[in-house]
């Protein structure tokens, strides 16, 4: 059974920092791609931020500069440090596995249940 747990999130002050983390089980966690994806109210999932199963990371335009994703292979974890957060930044933050064709194998994507954060004064 696949499990990615986030953890970390909260209520943070404009210009602060979160640390978020995801924990994965019940996959090969060194051979997936590793996202975060946020939800603010009444907006879609939008991507903030991914890291290749080589290390290679791509990041939203919105905040490059700002945010860090990282991961561990030998804790199955995923980090995300969210530095100079922005009320814009508000939003339900979610964990993403994904990784294409292995042979036979059909692609696998899953999701966690997602962390809030609140950027706020």
């Known amino acids: 059974q696949v499990q990615l747990v986030e953890s970390g999130g909260g209520l943070v002050q404009p210009g602060g920092s979160l640390r978020l983390s995801c924990a994965a089980s019940?996959?090969?966690?060194?051979?997936?791609?590793m996202g975060w994806y946020r939800q603010a109210p009444g907006k879609q999932r939008e991507l903030v931020a991914v890291?290749?199963?080589?290390?290679?990371?791509n990041y939203a335009e919105s905040v490059k500069g700002r945010f860090t994703i990282s991961r561990d292979n030998a804790k199955n974890t995923v980090y995300l440090q969210a530095n100079s957060l922005k009320p814009e930044g508000t939003a339900v933050y979610y964990c993403?596995?994904?990784?294409?064709?292995?042979?036979?194998?059909?692609?696998?994507?899953?999701w966690g249940r997602g962390t809030q954060v609140t950027v706020s004064s």
């Open positions: 993403n596995a994904s990784r294409g064709l292995l042979g036979p194998i059909p692609r696998a994507e899953y």
């Open positions: 890291i290749g199963n080589t290390g290679y990371t």
């Open positions: 019940g996959i090969i966690f060194s051979i997936y791609s």
